[in-house]
């Protein structure tokens, strides 16, 4: 069982990085470019409006895919084998992270397109959102509803790795 969490937790971490390399390369593709033309107001307070509302949109976004994301995990039955508890948190999981990473690239777009200065800011907020998520044994210790005996298997995983 512990070679079988490791080697989950392993895949997760692929997941979850993987997800997130994307959009690191391409914020610095599209950052470099615009740095030096960014600019904080467009002069045109109907447009500089909706850059905010556009930001505000995305960060509300984010709220609602994790309210999914933990509505979906409450779903996980507490009786059912701790495989399929893992299994259907990778799924739970992966989903979380897909949806970060289209609002990130999201992100990234609206830097491209508006070369506006607060989307400088709103990948790398993201970001950070995103790296609460990070797999874990306490995070999973924390979200799977676990029997006293898979909390202990997992909890002397972490333990000793």
């Known amino acids: 069982m512990t070679d079988t969490f490791k080697e989950y937790l392993e895949k997760q971490n692929q997941i979850y990085f993987g997800f997130l ?17 960014t600019i904080t107001s467009t002069g045109n307070s109907t447009l ?4 905010y509302l556009g930001s505000v949109a995305l960060f509300a976004l984010v709220y609602l895919c994790w309210r999914l994301y933990q509505s979906n ?7 059912r084998p701790l495989m399929d508890k893992l299994k259907r948190h990778r799924s739970v999981s992966s989903t979380l992270y897909a949806l970060g990473l289209l609002l990130s690239l999201l992100s990234i777009a609206m830097l491209w397109v ?6 400088v800011a709103t990948y790398p907020m993201l970001l950070l ?6 797999p874990t044994a306490r ?3 924390k979200e799977l509803p676990l029997s006293d005996e898979e909390l ?4 002397d ?3 000793k790795g």
């Open 157 to 159: 995983k972490r333990k």
């Open 139 to 141: 995070r999973l210790e």
């Open 114 to 119: 508006t070369k506006h200065q607060l989307f």
């Open 129 to 134: 959102l995103i790296s609460f998520c990070r």
């Open 21 to 37: 390399a994307l959009p690191l390369v391409l914020y610095a593709v599209v950052y470099l470019p615009v740095k030096d033309s």
């Open 152 to 155: 202990a298997m997992i909890k």
């Open 48 to 51: 500089d409006l909706i850059y």
């Open 73 to 79: 995990l409450k779903r996980i039955e507490k009786n």
